[in-house]
């Protein structure tokens, strides 16, 4: 089974040179930490930045300089701020090239629900759903089941969806899947230690295992 | 040049009845108008509409707002940081749209520049659609979305001139550029302002035209939502 | 009868404290030289700026900074500079006062026709098009008959059209009109020594004569 | 940060194939981009369509595509300045759009931002409006307009650094910050190429993101049309 760190890491690997990159909240902004440091990439903020540098010291803290999640960062040296407007232009105009995000629940389809339980969580999509609506390439990082133990790979999403058929490929911390173009989850990848049956126990949607399943190593 | 000049964020937002339709630049805490949210407090009004993409937090922002009941309907993409907010949606008190980030920055965009309506692609097949015309072009579904206009749009920015333009700073910017644009009455509150002519015209982020009043605001918290360091 | 200038002095004195403007080619442009010094007011150039000042010294000229006719111009104190998405947002979206521009023809429910002339001449409508649509005020600045002695003031327009119904006021070389809701052209002022009559006999539109017309002074 | 330099004009413009939709920034002549047309004029390709408000003249600028016949269509708003192409023109070896410049501009934008169709007032009850959709809303006509987009956008900036963050002066920006979003590949020529990070990032008019090949521009003429001073 992956750590997050590890899922973050395993994602890293997917990462090209010269891609603009938007990372979620949560584990997939843990990705920036593994991407090799000889691609270079640009960070998108969807609040306004090109170029999110690494956290501030005490001393750099700027009020003025926060990412989509609200923490405190820096610039890196080339970059540039924009308003909203323009921060979705970017988005929707399909310039950022891959979306890293994590989610409740994903179908077989490539539809992901991340945005809200009816009766319980009513935080808002903010900008998901124009994120996965518009970005060329979607990473799901996410646990492969929820903490009571059901599957969150579904044949279709139980909770209210943040958009359809978009997901291209997901990293859980059990496997690396792709969505088939009709539908089903491709098993590419095993976490270490974990079997294709355990993934196929824990995958409630249509798992489609081809030839021998490689396991991932670090 | 034509002088938007006001005395001080009282004398900004003194008119602003009861039932006002407003936007509030701002992501998070950052770029908010701290002042005209000072001083809206000190006023005996209600039934406020809110365009703003969040809603403060408890003891901030347009939390204030909410906490004093002055708030009738939150016009927002994302209010997670906010238990006053969620307490008076789930027992009704309180209307709520909730909006992709993009596509409310687009539909007020759309409201400053005279766009009634326009096509985007978030939201497609989710509950946002409801109700929504939908249609496609070469080959994807987009949903129509309307303009938002507002009737006082309060703006913060880092710099501003006697003229109204102004240079914001960082991530503060966010929405207060289409926001200014999108009021037809728009207060600016700067942290410094100057006399018209000393800022570079190649280097305004919203020209005057869009500043109906301008004042520069003073004991700027500035507070921050998520303090995160590296060692 | 009104020389341009005097047209130009004339259509001046529409102009209020603490508008944003828009002045067209030709006499429009003029009208800048007749605003009494004590209004605060801001023209704007469709290609990019609010405060146009007056044309530069030979020492000024700067290739980077044209007025919408390519002239070379300065700017005055507190200007900005921005794209032509958002000129014409400002334009549209009504935040400019008053449009003050030339036409070949006017008809007499406030259509404007001046852009076209069907096989002779196809420059294009450039931004007028945008402003008769979006302004909330239209002043046309021109010549009440043409070259040839055919009035200008119609019924309907003959050429093809820029924009309807949107034209409030006209000033010409004899007469200041305004449109009628229910369409004609409201006459409200003589030229120094032009007759009613005159005026009369030169507009080819309903022409709507109530009490005395004053004769300009200037 | 991503690295956009490329060596010159020649390298810059060198795979735009015949028949290639470009558009081309510039008002007038002024932030026209004149070595990406000189190196264009070198190359032994046709049937081009160009978006660009206006056509240049004579004997500058897209004038000179035009005299060597490369040009299959032009996308414009004014193009009164140019003998050549009224020529072309009337003879029908020239196709031309003509669109009210406001529109052109939010053509352009709605191309950059993935927005595929909005609404607009210019042109109603024109002949613009023939064969286009009207609307009703809040009881104004608009015309529903699409987005353009294009395989080679070819735009001039004043500085620009190795990331294709690109900085403006002065209306010589007009539509250039807008074709550089709209354009799959987007060439910017520069007067003054400085490292990444040189550029303030609040200060920069167009997001290197929109920007895949960037060089530094000589011999700059910037022709003026209309010399015009005061005494």
Redesign the interface.
């Known amino acids: 089974m992956l750590s997050k760190q590890q899922i973050a890491q395993r994602i890293a690997r997917e990462v090209k040179n010269?891609q603009?990159i938007n990372l979620g909240i949560g584990i997939p902004t843990l990705v920036a930490n593994y991407i090799p440091e000889d691609l270079?990439?640009?960070l998108?903020?969807?609040?306004?930045?090109?170029?999110i540098g690494?956290?501030?010291?005490?001393e750099e803290?700027?009020?003025?300089?926060?990412?989509?999640?609200?923490?405190?960062?820096t610039?890196?040296?080339?970059?540039?701020?924009?308003?909203?407007?323009?921060?979705?232009?970017?988005?929707?105009?399909?310039?950022?090239h891959l979306t890293i995000l994590g989610a409740m629940e994903v179908s077989e389809n490539g539809?992901i629900a991340n945005w809200k339980i009816p009766g319980k969580m009513?935080?808002?999509?903010?900008?998901?759903?124009?994120l996965v609506?518009?970005a060329e390439n979607i990473i799901v990082a996410m646990q492969h089941c929820s903490k009571s133990g059901d599957s969150k790979l579904l044949p279709e999403c139980s909770l209210?969806?943040?958009?359809?058929r978009c997901v291209k490929k997901i990293v859980t911390d059990l496997a690396v899947l792709e969505i088939h173009p009709d539908g089903g989850f491709i098993l590419k990848e095993r976490a270490p230690g974990v079997s294709v049956e355990e993934i196929q126990q824990k995958t409630a949607g249509k798992l489609i295992i081809e030839g021998e399943i490689p396991e991932m190593t670090f | 040049m034509i002088n938007k000049t006001v005395k001080d964020a009282r004398e900004a937002v003194k008119d602003i009845p009861s039932g006002a339709f407003l936007m509030m630049g701002g992501?998070?805490?950052?770029?908010i108008p701290e002042n005209s949210i000072a001083a809206l407090l000190e006023r005996d009004i209600k039934d406020l509409t809110i365009v703003s993409?969040n809603a403060g937090v408890d003891d901030f922002g347009i939390g204030l707002l909410l906490k004093k009941r002055m708030v009738k309907k939150m016009i927002?993409?994302?209010?997670?940081?906010n238990a006053e907010f969620?307490r008076q949606?789930?027992s009704g008190e309180l209307e709520?749209d909730?909006i992709?980030?993009?596509?409310?920055?687009?539909r007020?965009?759309a409201g400053g520049a005279g766009i009634p309506a326009f096509f985007?692609?978030?939201?497609?097949?989710?509950?946002?659609a409801k109700g929504k015309e939908t249609r496609e072009f070469d080959g994807k579904v987009y949903l129509m979305e309307r303009w938002l206009r507002a009737d006082f749009s309060l703006v913060k920015a880092?710099k501003g001139d006697t003229a109204g333009n102004l240079v914001?700073?960082?991530?503060?910017?966010?929405?207060?550029?289409?926001m200014a644009a999108a009021g037809k009455i728009t207060i600016a509150e700067v942290e410094e302002l100057v006399p018209a002519g000393e800022l570079d015209p190649n280097q305004i982020?919203t020209p005057g035209i869009y500043v109906q009043r301008i004042f520069q605001g003073e004991n700027y918290e500035?507070?921050?939502?998520?303090?995160?360091?590296?060692s």
Chains 1, 3 share one sequence.
């Open positions: 010269g603009y270079e990439i640009v998108q903020s969807e609040n306004g930045l090109l170029g690494p956290f501030p010291t005490e803290i700027d009020p003025d300089l926060i990412n989509a999640g609200k923490q405190t960062i610039m890196v040296k080339g970059s540039a701020i924009f308003n909203s407007a323009e921060s979705f232009a970017m988005i929707r105009g399909g310039h950022v539809d009513v935080k808002g999509m903010g900008g998901a759903m124009d609506a518009s209210p969806i943040t958009g359809i | 992501f998070g805490l950052c770029g993409n927002s993409s994302y209010v997670g940081e969620e949606l789930l709520v909730l992709p980030q993009g596509t409310l920055a687009e007020v965009r985007t692609p978030a939201g497609v097949g989710t509950e946002v880092w914001f700073k960082g991530t503060a910017r966010n929405f207060n550029p289409m982020h500035k507070r921050i939502e998520q303090r995160t360091t590296r």
